[in-house]
């Protein structure tokens, strides 16, 4: 069983708002990434991270930042948000010794930018 | 540049199999996976191919051809509860970085 929590888990916010999305995982992954998935298309890997202080820029450009202090705790910040940043946006971890890298995604937080 | 194609939608009735197809062109290939999103949940493991052949898991079976650049999944004996949204993914890095396809939405009819 998984355990990879994910909150808040819907957001209504203003324009220019500093936000943080938190994702929290209790397995011990080393790997946890951030995608940004729209209603019905495919998911967008945004950031992600290999281990404690290793984050790297996904396939699509994003305004976010993100950080990896602590193993099991991957935050995601928006410094202003803009209504172009509505979406859903899920966080996933892994672990795997090279090949079969199962992800284990949480329920993900869907944000409304007005 | 990576791509995955994989249909957008398909259709079938209960108790029927249906084959959903994945096609790719990434810079790197460790192995292809196979998530199930319900409509508004979290995408969930599937299967996963790193050699070429049929892995089978139950009702559903997936399928690799590394020469080809081709998957598939397989899923027999349709329930209603199968009705969901099916995500192909590359695995182009050994560290684990994937890249998704855009989803193959199956809808099970009675």
């Known amino acids: 069983e998984a355990d990879i929590y994910q909150t808040p888990r819907y957001l209504v916010i203003g324009t220019g708002k500093k936000i943080t999305l938190e994702c929290s995982q209790t397995?011990?992954?080393?790997?946890m990434y951030w995608y940004q998935q729209d209603p019905g298309m495919e998911l967008h890997l945004i950031h992600y991270?290999?281990?404690?202080?290793?984050?790297e820029k996904g396939d699509l450009s994003s305004e976010s930042t993100v950080s990896r202090i602590r193993t099991e705790h991957f935050p995601l910040t928006l410094e202003s948000a803009r209504p172009s940043h509505t979406s859903q946006y899920l966080c996933?971890?892994?672990?795997?010794?090279?090949?079969?890298?199962?992800?284990?995604f949480g329920a993900g937080t869907r944000l409304s930018v007005l | 540049g990576q791509s995955l194609e994989q249909p957008s939608e398909v259709t079938a009735v209960e108790g029927a199999i249906v084959q959903i197809n994945c096609t790719y062109q990434?810079?790197?290939?460790?192995?292809l996976s196979w998530y199930q999103q319900h409509d508004g949940g979290a995408p969930t493991f599937l299967s996963y191919n790193a050699l070429d052949g049929l892995e089978e898991t139950g009702r559903f079976s997936s399928f690799l051809s590394r020469s080809d650049s081709y998957g598939y999944l397989l899923l027999q004996e349709l329930q209603m509860k199968d009705s969901a949204s099916y995500f192909c993914?590359?695995?182009?890095?050994?560290?684990?970085?994937?890249?998704f396809g855009d989803g193959t939405t199956l809808t099970v009819k009675p």
């Open positions: 993914a590359v695995q182009t890095t050994n560290a684990g970085k994937s890249t």
């Open positions: 991270s290999y281990g404690v202080n290793s984050t």
């Open positions: 397995m011990g992954h080393d790997k």
């Open positions: 990434t810079s790197g290939f460790y192995g």
């Open positions: 996933a971890s892994s672990v795997g010794a090279g090949a079969k890298n199962i992800q284990y």
